[in-house]
C-alpha cells in the first residue's frame, strides 16, 4: 500500500531525512517511532504530498507521488500534528467540506460523513462550532476528517500529543479500533507516528524507529520483544548508540 | 479546477459566522450612505449657487452623473481600498496559522483550486459591496434622470477596481501567517496604485513615458474612464491583466512554500 524508496529531505545543508526506504502490506499497522526532531514528521508530510522529497520518491496505493500526485493524495488519509480544523465552521459541515474536497462522490457524501460522526463518537457534537470543542473533541473531529472518505491509507502524526490521560485513552481506543475493528476487517493500512511507546505496544505490530533521518530499526513488534528487550529499551539504545560511539572515540 | 466553488463556497460561509462579514457591511453601508449624502448635498448647493449668479451657461451643462455620481463612484473606490484588505487578509494567512493549509495541500486539489477559490470567495463578498454601492444612484432614477448606460459602466468600474483589490489582497496574504502583516502589506501596494498619478503629476517619475506607466498601471485612470461612461477594451483589459497577473504571483509564491 505505502512504498517509500529512498526518501531523502535536505534543507539546505540540514539533512531532515535520509534516504529511507519501507513499505507497508495492506491492513498493516506500522509504528513511526523516533525522538523528537527525528525527521518522522517530515517523512509523513513527503508521502501525503505537502511536501516534495529532495531525492527518492514513494508511491502510495499503487500511485506515485510525482507521477500521479491527486490519485495517490485521494487514498491517504492525514491527520497532522495539530489537526487543520476550521474553528468556526460546525462539525458536520467541516467533515462534509473535507468530503468535497477528496473527491467524495456527491450521493456517497453524506453517507461518508454520517460514518465517520459516528466512528469517531461525534454524533452528539454534530452541529456544534468546532472552536468550542474540547481539546479531545477536537482531536476526534480531527480523526473523522482523515477517514471520511474511506482512504485505503492512514497516516496520523502523534494523535495523542497534548491530550490529558483521559483523552489519550480515549483516541487511543478510537484509533485501535480503526484499525483492528471487532467486527468486519481492517480497511487501512497505518503509519502511526509517537514517541509514547505504550501506544506502539497497544495498537502497533511493526515499528520503524528513526533516527537523525535515518532508518534504524524495521521489524515486526513481536521479534523485537522476543530476545527479552522491551520497547523502551530498544528505544534507548538504537538513540543514544551514535551518542555513544562519538564518545568513545577521542 | 473542479473544487474551486468548495473553496469559494467554504471562505464566504466562513466570512458569514463570523463578525467579519456583517462588520464590514454595516461600516461600508454607513460610509456609502455617509459619502451620498455629502455628495448630495455638494451638488444641491453648487447649483443653488449657480442659480443665484444666474450663470445660466454652466445651469445647462449640469448632470447628475458627472457631478455626483462620478464623485461618489471615485470616493467608494477608496473606502473600498480601506475595507478590502480587511476581507482578504486572512484568505491565505489563516489558512497557515489554523493548520489547515497542510488539509488543501494534501487533498486531490491542485494549488489553482485554492488560489482561485480563495480569490472568488473574496471576489463575491466585494461584489456585495459593490451592489451596495449601486442602491445609492439608484435612488436618483426616482427623483431626477441620471444616464443609465453611465451609472452602471461606473458601476462597473468600481467591481473591477474592488476585485483587483481582491487579488492584490490574496497574493499579500499568500506570504505571511500574521494577518496583520497581510493587512498593512495590501493596504500599502493599494495606496501607491492609487497615488501613482499624482506622482506622475509632480514630475518626479521624469519623462513622459515613465510618468505615463505611472498613469496606465494606477486603477483610478481605468476607473475614471469607466465613470466617463467609457467602456473601452483597453480598460477592460488592463483590470483583466492586473488581476489575472496577481493570481499567477499568488500561486507562485503557495507552490514556493512546497519546494522550499
Known amino acids: 500500500m505505502i512504498e517509500a524508496r529512498g526518501l531523502s529531505k535536505r534543507y539546505g545543508d540540514v539533512v531532515a531525512v535520509d534516504d529511507v526506504s519501507f513499505s507497508v502490506a495492506k491492513d498493516e499497522v506500522v509504528g513511526f517511532l523516533g525522538p523528537n526532531g527525528a525527521g518522522k514528521t517530515t517523512t509523513m508530510r513527503m508521502l501525503t504530498g505537502f511536501l516534495p522529497p529532495t531525492d527518492g520518491t514513494a508511491s502510495v496505493a499503487g500511485h506515485d507521488i510525482f507521477d500521479a500526485p491527486l490519485a495517490a493524495r485521494r487514498c491517504v488519509g492525514y491527520l497532522p500534528e495539530s489537526p487543520p480544523l476550521y474553528p468556526e465552521m460546525t462539525v458536520s459541515s467541516y467533515l462534509d467540506f473535507v468530503a468535497r474536497i477528496k473527491d467524495v462522490p456527491r450521493r456517497r457524501r453524506r453517507e461518508g460523513v454520517e460514518r465517520a460522526l459516528e466512528r469517531c463518537g461525534l454524533t452528539s457534537v454534530r452541529t456544534r462550532v468546532i472552536g468550542t470543542l474540547s481539546k479531545g473533541f477536537r482531536q476526534r473531529v480531527g480523526l473523522a476528517q482523515a477517514i471520511v472518505h474511506e482512504p485505503p491509507v492512514l497516516i496520523l502524526d502523534e494523535p495523542t500529543v497534548g491530550l490529558d490521560p483521559l483523552q489519550v485513552r480515549e483516541i487511543r481506543g478510537l484509533i485501535a479500533e480503526l484499525v483492528a475493528p471487532e467486527q468486519g476487517e481492517a480497511q487501512h493500512a497505518v503509519i502511526l507516528s509517537t514517541h509514547i511507546l505504550p501506544e506502539v505496544e497497544a495498537i502497533c505490530r511493526r515499528v520503524i524507529l528513526i533516527h537523525e533521518g535515518r532508518k534504524a530499526v524495521d521489524a515486526p513488534l513481536g521479534e523485537l520483544t522476543a530476545r527479552g528487550a522491551t520497547l523502551e529499551e530498544i528505544f534507548a539504545r538504537e538513540t543514544t548508540r551514535d551518542a555513544a560511539l562519538q564518545q568513545a572515540s577521542p | ?260
Open chain 2, 1 to 260: 479546477m473542479r473544487h474551486l466553488t468548495d473553496v469559494a463556497r467554504r471562505e464566504l460561509r466562513g466570512l458569514f459566522v463570523s463578525p467579519v462579514a456583517y462588520a464590514v457591511l454595516a461600516l461600508f453601508s454607513v460610509l456609502a450612505g455617509l459619502f451620498f449624502v455629502v455628495s448630495t448635498v455638494a451638488f444641491s448647493d453648487w447649483i443653488f449657487r449657480l442659480q443665484q449668479f444666474q450663470a445660466f451657461d454652466q445651469l445647462s451643462q449640469i448632470n447628475l452623473n458627472d457631478q455626483l455620481i462620478a464623485q461618489f463612484y471615485h470616493s467608494m473606490a477608496v473606502v473600498l481600498l480601506f475595507l478590502v484588505p480587511g476581507i482578504t487578509m486572512g484568505l491565505l494567512a489563516a489558512e497557515k496559522v489554523q493548520g489547515t493549509e497542510e488539509l488543501l495541500l494534501t487533498s486531490p486539489l491542485t494549488i489553482w483550486d485554492v488560489v482561485l477559490g480563495k480569490f472568488l470567495g473574496g471576489a463575491l463578498f466585494v461584489s456585495l459591496l459593490v451592489a451596495i454601492v449601486g442602491v445609492y444612484p439608484g435612488l436618483l432614477f426616482l427623483y431626477g434622470d441620471p444616464e443609465l448606460g453611465k451609472t452602471l459602466s461606473g458601476l462597473l468600474g468600481v467591481l473591477l477596481v474592488g476585485w483587483t483589490y481582491v487579488a492584490i489582497g490574496v497574493f499579500a496574504s499568500s506570504f505571511t501567517r500574521s494577518q496583520v502583516i497581510a493587512f498593512l502589506l495590501t493596504f500599502v501596494l493599494l495606496l501607491v496604485l492609487l497615488i501613482l498619478p499624482a506622482i506622475a503629476e509632480l514630475g518626479v517619475a521624469g519623462s513622459g513615458s515613465a510618468s505615463d506607466l505611472f498613469r496606465y498601471v494606477s486603477t483610478d485612470t481605468h476607473l475614471e474612464e469607466l465613470v466617463k461612461g467609457l467602456v473601452d477594451t483597453k480598460d477592460l483589459v488592463y483590470f483583466a491583466v492586473m488581476i489575472g497577473g496577481f493570481l499567477v504571483l499568488t500561486k507562485a509564491s503557495v507552490e514556493s512554500v512546497r519546494w522550499r
